[in-house]
């Protein structure tokens, strides 16, 4: 069985920071990809940054030079440090594993951004 548990969401004001954690236990074999999702109330859910087993790291355009996604491999951990919070960051925040033997989802954690 594996488990995905995300961490660090909370409320804070515009401008702010915070840092997502996402921690992968249990029995994965591999990991290709962990990603960070997010879906405001009503909108879909969208990537917001993404890094491969290789170090190759994506950032949405909404959220590049204010959002850094990294990982500790040997942790199988995958860190999302926001900075200059917006209130349209207001989300549930997902953490995605593409791995195997198969994807996993975390169960979200919510980030409020407001005054």
């Known amino acids: 069985q594996v488990h995905v548990v995300e961490s660090g969401g909370g409320l804070v004001q515009p401008g702010g920071s915070l840092r997502l954690s996402c921690a992968v236990s249990?029995?994965?074999?591999?990991?290709?990809?962990m990603a960070w999702y997010r879906q405001a109330p009503e909108k879909r859910r969208e990537l917001v940054a993404s890094?491969?087993?290789?170090?190759?790291?994506h950032h949405a355009d909404s959220v590049k030079g204010r959002f850094a996604i990294s990982k500790d491999s040997a942790k199988n951990t995958v860190y999302l440090q926001m900075n200059s919070l917006k209130p349209e960051d207001t989300a549930v925040y997902y953490c995605f594993i593409r791995g195997n033997p198969q994807n996993y989802w975390g169960q979200g954690t919510q980030v409020t951004v407001s005054s």
């Open positions: 249990g029995s994965i074999l591999s990991i290709y990809v």
């Open positions: 890094t491969t087993s290789g170090g190759i790291t």
